[in-house]
């Protein structure tokens, strides 16, 4: 009898040691979880004493940090009751919070650190598809903004005041829903020409004086002949300024200085390019003339876009009927004339 009592005796202290070592494992983790939680070291907590830590959760505890911590005591008073009660289950609990779930260590449950983890990612995507969106607007459906392409020109007066073409005819492309005050904008930034305007006035866009690109000559108001810069939309002259002037695709748009013209100045222009090539004072080839654009009235001759673009040069001509005889430019003379051998 004595020897299974004995052998019992040894049995119940054995089974007390290793409830006892669990204990001591599951409050070794729930220590080190404790301090985690509290952005602090285990070594800081143990100096600082019971004070410390209940100053630290004092400062560090918000409302729902409290709870959790409240259900991880009543977990660690549950598992120190199933402790008491065996063994093995007091080993296996012991083992599960020391291999580190990250949801025990946080206290969170697993089901809500996934939960957590699925919102973030789900706002991670929703912000990389909203940066897509922001760069490539129309890879995720929106739809670009219809264009219409409209001709603009410019018609100012030479020296002697008679009308003379600034700027030929261009196409320009702008959004639908633009207006003849951003199609000047935009055909000054394309051909570079020379204006003052104010496209903010009371009245809305206000042109007051563009520059001639030929010979730098000024227009504005003149107030002894009112003649000012005046807005004709297909042929007739506009009852509205160009900001109240939305663009419809194929207008013909125009700017021409003139003292209150029921028509535009010139009419049916043909805008064609020409290039002059001659010789320089040692006979080498020299463009004269590179390609630069001129606009003429609808039926003029060749011979005559020819004679607009030697004056906008100043190129001097000598010319019999539809030939030039002669060309004179930097002082070379090409040609003889009323010499018809050479042309």
């Known amino acids: 009898m004595d020897m299974f009592e004995d052998e019992r005796e040894r049995a119940s202290l054995h089974r007390r040691g290793a409830i006892a070592r669990g204990v001591a494992k599951r409050g070794l983790v729930a220590f080190l979880a404790f301090a985690m939680a509290l952005g602090t070291t285990p070594a800081q907590l143990w100096a600082e004493g019971a004070e410390g830590i ?7 505890a918000t409302p729902g940090e409290d709870a959790a911590l409240a259900g991880g005591a009543a977990e660690q008073s549950g598992a120190e009751f199933s402790d008491s009660g065996s063994a093995s289950t007091t080993s296996a609990a012991t083992t599960e919070a020391a291999t580190g779930d990250e949801g025990s260590a946080t206290g969170e449950s697993p089901a809500t650190s996934e939960q957590s983890s699925t919102a973030s990612a789900g706002q991670a995507g929703s912000a990389a598809a909203a940066a897509v969106q922001t760069e490539n607007p129309t890879e995720t459906g929106d739809v670009a903004k ?6 603009f020109s410019i018609i100012g ?9 600034w700027v030929a005819p261009t196409q320009l492309k702008l959004d639908e829903g633009a207006t003849a005050a951003d199609a000047f904008v935009k055909l000054q930034q394309k051909t570079g020409f020379k204006a003052d305007y104010d496209p903010n006035t009371a009245y809305g866009f206000y042109l007051k004086s563009i520059t001639s690109p030929s010979d730098g000559r000024t227009l504005a108001f003149d107030p002894a002949t009112y003649a000012y810069w005046q807005l004709f939309v297909d042929g007739a002259s506009s009852s509205v300024g160009a900001s109240s002037v939305k663009l419809t695709q194929g207008q013909k748009i125009e700017f021409a200085y003139t003292a209150g013209s029921a028509s535009p100045v010139v009419k049916d222009q043909v805008a064609a390019n020409v290039t002059v090539i001659g010789r320089d004072a040692q006979g080498k080839t020299q463009t004269w003339v590179d390609n630069a654009q001129y606009v003429v009235t609808s039926g003029s001759s060749a011979l005559d876009l020819t004679k607009v673009a030697l004056e906008a040069n100043d190129i001097d001509a000598v010319a019999a009927g539809s030939f030039i005889l002669s060309l004179k430019y930097n002082g070379v003379e090409l040609g003889t004339p009323l010499d018809y051998s050479t042309y």
Do not use: I, L, Y
């Open 146 to 151: 219809k264009q219409v392409e409209v001709s």
């Open 54 to 60: 209940a100053e630290a959760v004092a400062q560090a």
């Open 157 to 165: 007066t030479d020296a002697d005041g008679k009308a003379q073409t």
